[in-house]
Each structure stands twice: as C-alpha cells, then as structure tokens.
C-alpha cells in the first residue's frame, strides 16, 4: 500500500509537539512565590512610606516657614511705616476698628494691625466709614480665613466654631471665626494676665491716656507693664527698645495648642479670631519652655507657651525678619532671654541654628 509523505511524518510530528508542549517553560506563579512577591512588595512600601511621609512634612515645615517670614516682613513694614511694633490691641473681646488708626488707639491686634501690608487692607477696611453697618462688616472680616495665619501640619485655613461664650464689645460675634497658629511676642514675664480692657468706647477720651483707662476698668492692667517682649496692650515699641539687638530678640513664631482641639475651642488660647486684641489667642509669652503639640498640659496659672505641631522643633521669626527653626530642647534661660527685648544678658547663640 502507497502512503503520503505527509501521513507517513504525521507520527513524528505529533512526537514534537508534544515533547515540546512537555519542556516548554511554565507561565504562572505558585502561591509559595505569589505569597513571596507580596511580601516583598509590603517590605518595600513599609520602607517608602516614612520617607513619603517625612518628605511630606518637610513640605509642610517649609511653608509654615514662609508664612512666619510673610508674617515678620509685614510687621516690619508696619514697624518703618509706623515707627513702633504692631500694638497688641486693647485685650480680649475687642476686634479691629478701621477708623481708629494705628498704635493706642487702635482695639484690634497685632494680626489687624499688619493686614495693610500683607495684601489684605480690603480686609482691613472693611466697614470703615459706616457706622451703620461696622458691626455686621466687622463679624464678616472675624469670619474670614488667612492661608498665611495656619500651619499646615497642624489645621486647614478655614472658620472654626466659637464655644467659650466670648463677648465681642464692638461687633456681634459669628458662630465660626479663622484662627491663627501664630503668635507675637510678649516677653519672659510670668503667670501675665491678659487684660479684658475697656467695656466702652465711651471711656475713651482724647485726653486720656490708655494706661489711665485700663488701670480704671480692669485690675490686670498693671501686668501689662510687665510684659518685656515687642507687644503688649495698646504698645507703641520703637526698635530702639529692643536694646539686645534685632537678631537676638523674637518677634513672632508658632504657637503651642492642644491637639485635641484644633479644630474646636480651647478656652483661654484658641477661643477667639485670630483679629482680636491682645489674648493668648495672638500672643505668647517665653517665660514658659516651648511644647511639642499634646494633650493635657496644664494651663492653669496663665501658662502660654510658644510651640507647633511639627515634631522636632517651631519656627520663629526675629525681630530683623530672619526665620529660625528651633529645637525643643532650647535651654529655658536662652529661650526666655531672646523673649525679653532689653534683659542685657548674654545670649548663648550656639543653640540657635541660622
């Protein structure tokens, strides 16, 4: 019988593919190496998300940073048009006034005080002119939040509930107020109160002097004297008072808060809006070692420290604009020294990093 070529190769054909379905290489995992390959994975992810993270944070620290020294240039700006430091206003329950000027007269804080050379004199004028209205313009700028007034590590820009039950004198309070995470300098005093100041514009008498007025409305007027930093209540502070010299003085930095409640109300220091007149809620003092952001510490004895939310240290600005990161471990007497504007003792600039 004839046979084909191709029938007769067929069998040696079928020999082939088949020897080389048997030795050619496998295409999928087993779950020994799925299990290994996922393990590796994790491994590496838990290696890259601390340095995402610190990357991240780093960030953050840079741009609070550059708020302070936005912050610091507009005070400065201020201090040249001016010739004294931003006053600290007239004490709590008082905000900003647009037809009260600078200096003494002037109820709102240091915040209030800098917006004109900040970008933001709209803000600051809001209502000037109409005393019809002030009060509802005044409560519309209260409830205005400032990117360059919060930290990023710590809180978004945006209004926070008031709770403590404050009562505004010149403006009919909102429910939600932007709030600072910046504070000025007030100096190394201890256990200073923070005066309430007058309860009426009436009080205020072209010839009478500030001091006159506070010590006649409000006992805790007289510790306002001894505040020995670059603000105080209705201060008007030359940089010729800063006889330590500009570069070894704060003038501003981050301040301490509980983090529990950054974004409710912490009575005494973070209950009002950041335009408020001289308060714990815009000042600090430095008689006080700076804290890392936690809860539970005592404030009980008008303690209000600087500090900030970032782990290993706050920023400060200087009364000659630079920026400083500065550690926590900062020795109590350095730090209370570079709060007091003219204490005269030498200061230990080793643990300042410039």
């Known amino acids: 019988m ?13 020999c082939r593919c088949a020897t080389r379905r048997v030795n050619s290489p496998r295409l999928a995992f087993t779950l020994v190496e799925l299990l290994v390959v996922i393990s590796i994975i994790g491994i590496l992810m838990s290696m890259l998300l601390p340095a995402i993270q610190s990357a991240r944070e780093s960030a953050r620290r840079i741009q609070c940073a550059n708020n302070a020294t936005n912050l610091a240039k507009a005070s400065l700006q201020h201090l040249e048009s001016h010739k004294f430091f931003p006053s600290g206003g007239w004490g709590w329950g008082w905000a900003g006034d647009p037809d009260r000027g600078f200096g003494w007269r002037q109820p709102g804080g240091w915040i209030y005080n800098i917006l004109p050379y900040i970008e933001a004199g709209t803000l600051h004028d809001l209502g000037k002119g109409n005393a019809a209205n002030k009060r509802q313009l005044t409560a519309t700028r209260l409830q205005t939040p400032l990117p360059f007034l919060n ?27 932007g709030r600072t995470d910046y504070a000025m300098n007030a100096g190394g005093a201890q256990n200073v109160v923070s005066p309430k100041g007058p309860s009426d514009l009436k009080l205020l008498k072209p010839d009478v002097k500030m001091s006159a007025v506070f010590a ?17 209540v209705t201060s008007e502070i030359p940089s010729s008072a800063v006889r330590d010299g500009l570069s070894k003085t704060y003038l501003l930095g981050e301040k301490y808060l509980d983090p529990f409640k950054y974004e409710t109300s912490s009575p005494g220091d973070d209950d009002q809006s950041w335009d408020c007149g001289f308060d714990w809620d815009t000042v600090r003092d430095t008689y006080n070692p700076p804290l890392f952001d936690r809860n539970g510490f005592d404030r009980s004895g008008g303690q209000a420290p600087f500090g900030s939310a970032h782990l290993s240290g706050f920023n400060m600005a200087f009364c000659d604009g630079s920026v400083v990161f500065i550690n926590y471990e900062i020795s109590n007497a350095t730090h209370r020294s570079l709060g007091r504007k003219a204490d005269g003792l030498p200061t230990d600039t080793s643990e300042i990093t410039r």
Do not use: E, H
């Open 216 to 232: 006649a409305v409000d006992s805790n007027a007289s510790n306002s004297k001894l505040m020995d930093g670059v603000t105080c």
């Open 2 to 14: 004839l046979t084909s070529p191709l029938t007769a190769s067929a069998p040696s054909l079928i």
């Open 151 to 177: 930290c990023p590590t710590r809180r978004l820009p945006l209004t926070y509930p008031v709770t403590n039950g404050i009562t505004y004198y010149n403006v009919d309070i909102p429910a939600l107020v």
